[in-house]
């Protein structure tokens, strides 16, 4: 049997709204964005979305908006995608790297406590596997500590915790739209905030540094544009923006199914002694199922699940041992150990809403058949 690792859950009426848009006039940023980001705030409580290419794009012009650069200090997780610290290399600030609680994968107050300094301007907590972080604690201490929170919300689009959501408590949210996302357009993500002047700096930024865009000339009485600042080009497009209208309406109902796959991976798995998970606290969105196994057969069982026809991905190792921020910074084994010691036994499975009850049975059958083994 041959599981994939994922597959998306666009529909035909997705389809269908990007060949409207193909049909039409405009395909760069116009009004399918603007209908999405309508959608997106009303979806995520937070006043203010604007779209752009990717999360990465979101975190960089989040932190351009907000003033921080060469000289800053920005406090990262461990365990997160890498480009929650690119991106604030991108924005020529200073990553600094903090480990993460070892049962949730989550940045703690605490850890983040322990490494603010004079110089820092902000923090991105990473709400990681879609499980979001202890926000009123962080928000305490920022607050403490005059810092910014980004939060870093690549997958967490669905969550909460305590009556909270991603970007109520922090300063705003980025959103990725990546293909494996639970809210997908292949290459995409937004920025939200309840702060208008922050959002209008961002989609700014995120247009050239110009004053107007290009849909503003294009269906108004024509203006001249100005340069105000020196910005990057990262704003979504409408053909993009197209297949993420339609499923924003199925995000609850398709959470459902997730929680339901979640609950059959946890049933099987929690009970095995070999194996272990991340703890989830509140309502986890559920992007990815991972599963922790013993470290020294960890990439033996990737393999061996591979060759089972399973597709399997790694979310992921600490990022600060990789060569690049390893090298830059002088980082070395057991800096972090929270964070390594998940990035040496981590396994993500197949978990998404495409997955037939069969193609679940058989992922269930094989790691437990795999891990016996080993
Ligand atoms: C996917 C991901 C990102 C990056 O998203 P892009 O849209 O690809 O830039 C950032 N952070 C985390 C935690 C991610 O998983």
Redesign the pocket.
Known sequence: MKVEFYRHALDEADIANVVKVLNSVFLSTGPVTAEFERKFSHYTGLEHVVAVN????A?HMALVALGVGPGDEVIVPAM??L??ASAVMHAGATPVIVDVDAATGLVTPEAIEKAVTPRTKAVIP?H?YGTLCDMPSIKALADKHGLYIIE?C??CVEGQRDGYRPGHLGTCACY???AT?NLTCG???AFATSDPDLAARVRMVALHGMSKGAADRYHKLYTHYDLERLGWKCNLDDIHAALLVGQIDRLDSLWEKRHALWKRYADAFDRHPRLGRPEVVGKCAHHLYTIWTDPARRDATLHALQQRGIGVAV?FRAIHLLSYFKDTFGFGRGDFPNAEAIGDRTITLPFYTQLRDEQVDYVIEQVLEVTASS
């Open positions: 990717s999360c990465t794009s975190m997160t995608f480009s929650t990473v990681l870093d690549a997958h990725s739209f990546y996302k290459e995409g993500g979310n």
